[in-house]
């Protein structure tokens, strides 16, 4: 039994005609980052906002920490929307207080902290600049500190990276891991597979207002990995057209991709290549990229979930 | 509640220090204040024009005789031809030509017309004066006529004012004046649209920029829709009053600043020689008794019809600005909300022709009017209470519906993007 931070349990969210999700239950463990994934319209955004208690469902419960979400929840939550927003007019320093300030910190503590992270994110010097003044990565900076700088229990970002630079991605991947090692329980939703690989412990997988698929990353992959492989060799590349007890997926000069009959595994592999003049560099096992995982689950009549920018 | 109020400090202090405020709370009653000075420079200084009248020698001798010469006309009669004379009038423009009707035309008609000929505009006061003294030389002709000498008439002449007077319940008479009245009523009433139209669109705006640059989602996981929704709208609230109460303190310093500099002024020049100045620094003066006798008591109910409407208004305009993305998509539901706002200036002639009629006190209760309504009517009579009661609970129980009928359609509103929503769209957010 996992340690769950946040639950849900049987939510159902209505809208006018349509369901925008229906019977979902999920469970978030605590400190760990959890990924919504699927297409756009899946309901990942209006499961977000049941949970930062924007909307609220119309059937079902949600858990916090074990009770009952209620409003004054509120002040431990960190929500970055997916459509970034902030005061252009407003003086950097006065919009992340005034935010901090919304969330129940003090006029005193949301001042010595956003002063803190202002300068920690080398942005002292635009503190008493309107947000207009700075360009779009700095921007998304002070959007990241006015969300996570009064220290939330659980922190929900929506496309954290979408619209930085490398460097300024860079600097807030490092933050949301040093979060989740001080135990911030983190979800995150995305449409960019590669960032879901490197940063999510679980995942859950939205088609259509349902949760199709929740589990632990590296379950998945194994889940789906198809008894395939991978080799590496220099020689002959007929030793591995020829054989007959795999069938070649992909096969290139030096790299062949072969998927095996149940039962049979790494070893029978290594057995038949040792027979061979075959230099072989290496053979692993295949684990499915999240990316085809996705695609097989949600269809290909669903809408491309890969956004790439 | 404490949130509304870290909402509320941000949004009127947001509003009430930006430059637009300063600026228009200064400059609305500086450029009243300049109008009003204009005026005054205009009424004691006006401009000398000199003129040489030319009146032809065959003209009726009846007015010839009598046409003497002022400071600023100088009456010439002269036997030169008419084209040598209209000549002269084109040569200089210093120069009119005077046509008087004929000695039988004057013994016999009732009906008199002179023309004056110049090659430029002839202004009032030129035009007056000649009037003036060809109207005196034929009445002068007429009373020979009849046989009364210039004695008698000048016994005859007298002066009349019809002064209206204003009964209150403890007996005292007040002077009134239905004229200034009206116009305060009026001037209150557009300041109420004004207000009440001007604080409206910034209250939208500030919802549809919120809206459009997506804070919106931010702050609602922050706090409930309603409180922000409140805040903001307590907050621009808040901005009107203090622009009226900075109206009321600049009013009354650039009054006493006018007393101080004009007042003597006025006293000099109403005493002065200058026959045509007199009249009006006369009536400049009665103007200014008559606005110090106006019962101000319509400027303590401001505040509170101000409130009221703009709670009531502010509230349907939030609800507007909440449904859509930006501006332009606004105004299919602005539509049916400044209707109603600008009716009652429409309507204000009506209520100052009879405002104790059937019609005046309707729109004074019907809470939709009755800020501009009633407060037309108090400038011009005394409302009875009961009514003004009636109005304020009509008025204050509308906008409490209002702000609940806004909060519903906001709190859908706010996190709606993409296509415009129909009225029957908005109308199931209401429902939910």
């Known amino acids: 039994m996992k340690d769950n931070f946040l639950e849900l349990h049987g939510i159902t969210k209505r809208y006018d005609q349509h369901v925008a999700v229906r019977d979902v239950s999920l469970g978030v463990p605590r400190g760990k980052i959890y990924g919504l994934l699927g297409p756009n319209g899946a309901g990942k955004t209006s499961t977000i906002r049941m949970i930062t208690g924007i909307t609220v469902p119309d059937e079902g419960q949600i858990l916090f920490d074990g009770a009952p979400l209620t409003p004054n929840h509120a002040r431990h939550v960190g929500y970055m929307p997916e459509e970034r927003g902030l005061y252009k007019k407003m003086k950097v320093h006065e919009q992340v207080q005034y935010l901090l300030t919304l969330k129940g910190m003090s006029p005193t503590d949301a001042n010595h902290v956003t002063r803190e992270w202002l300068i920690e994110l080398g942005l ?60 911030t329980t983190i979800i995150f939703s995305t449409h960019r597979m590669e960032q879901v690989e490197e940063l999510c412990d679980y995942i859950a997988l939205f088609n259509r207002g349902e949760v199709i698929l929740e589990e632990e990353i590296g379950a998945i992959r194994e889940q789906f990995q198809k008894n395939s ?12 057209r020829n054989a007959n007890m795999w069938q070649i997926l992909e096969l290139e000069e030096d790299t062949a991709h072969v998927q095996l009959p149940e039962g049979q595994g790494m070893r029978e592999i290594i057995r038949y290549l040792m027979d061979t003049p075959l230099e072989v560099r290496k053979v692993e096992l295949f684990l499915p990229r999240l990316n085809d995982i996705f695609i097989e689950l949600v ?11 | 509640m404490e949130k509304i109020w870290i909402i509320f400090k941000r949004e009127y202090l947001n509003i009430v220090r930006k430059k637009t405020f300063l600026i228009s709370t200064f400059l609305v009653p500086l450029s009243f204040a300049l109008i009003f000075g204009i005026q005054i420079l205009a009424a004691v200084f006006v401009e000398e024009e000199n003129y040489t009248i030319l009146v032809p020698s065959d003209s009726s001798p009846l007015i010839t005789k009598e046409l003497s010469s002022t400071e600023t006309l100088n009456f010439k009669v002269t036997d030169a031809p008419l084209d040598s004379l209209k000549a002269q009038v084109i040569a200089s423009k210093d120069k009119l030509l005077l046509r008087l009707p004929s000695t039988e035309q004057i013994r016999s008609n009732d009906k008199l017309s002179l023309d004056i000929v110049g090659t430029q505009t002839i202004s009032k006061a030129v035009k007056k004066e000649v009037r ?12 020979r006529q009849v046989g009364i000498t210039e004695l008698q008439l000048e016994e005859l002449k007298f002066d009349l ?11 005292e008479e007040k002077s009134s004046n239905t004229a200034m009245a009206s116009i305060i009523g009026f001037a209150v009433c557009f300041l109420m649209y004004m207000l009440m139209g001007i604080y409206g669109s910034i209250l939208m705006q500030g919802i ?38 900075l109206w009321m303190v600049l009013t009354l310093v650039v009054q006493a600043g006018i007393g101080f500099i004009a007042g003597p002024e006025l006293m000099m020049d109403s005493a002065g020689s200058q026959p045509g100045m007199e009249v009006d620094t006369n009536e400049l003066q009665s103007t200014i008794a008559e606005l110090q006798s106006f019962d101000w008591t319509v400027l303590w109910f401001f505040p509170f019809y101000f409130l009221g409407g703009f709670f009531l208004y502010g509230s349907l305009m939030a609800a507007a600005g909440s449904a859509v993305d930006n501006i332009q998509d606004a105004q299919q539901f602005t539509l049916p909300v400044t209707i109603p706002l600008i009716l009652p200036i429409l309507f204000v002639a ?11 006190i309707a729109t004074s209760l019907f809470p939709f009017f009755s800020p501009m309504a009633m407060l037309v009517r108090m400038s011009l009579v005394e409302v009875p209470w009961y009514e003004v009661v009636l ?10 519906g209002c702000i609940w009928l806004a909060a519903r359609i906001y709190r859908t509103g706010i996190l709606m993007y993409g296509k415009k929503p129909s009225f029957k769209e908005v109308f199931r957010w209401i429902r939910t």
């Open chain 1, 229 to 240: 492989y991978r080799i590496d060799f220099v020689g002959d590349a007929s030793y591995i």
């Open chain 2, 208 to 245: 549809i920029e919120e809206k459009s640059n997506r804070i919106v989602e931010v702050i609602v996981s922050s706090v409930k829709p309603f409180q922000l929704l409140m805040g903001k709208v307590l907050a621009i609230a808040s901005v009107g009053m203090t622009q009226f109460l």
């Open chain 2, 391 to 400: 109005s304020m609970v009509l008025l204050v129980g509308a906008f409490l």
């Open chain 1, 124 to 183: 002292r010097d635009w503190a008493k600049r309107p947000l207009a003044d700075l360009s779009k990565g700095m921007q998304q900076k002070v959007q990241f500190i006015s969300t996570v700088a009064h220290r939330p229990k659980l922190l929900i970002l929506d496309e954290p990276f979408s619209g930085l630079d490398p460097v300024n991605a860079k600097v807030i991947e490092e933050r949301i891991l040093k979060m989740k090692a001080e135990g």
């Open chain 1, 299 to 309: 269809g290909k009549d669903a809408p491309t979930p890969v956004a790439n920018r």
């Open chain 2, 350 to 360: 009506n209520i100052i022709q009879n405002p104790n009629g059937y019609f005046a």
């Open chain 2, 161 to 171: 004012k019809i002064k209206t007077q204003k009964l209150d319940k403890s007996g």
């Open chain 2, 132 to 143: 003036e003294k060809v109207e005196q030389a034929i009445k002068t002709d007429r009373t």
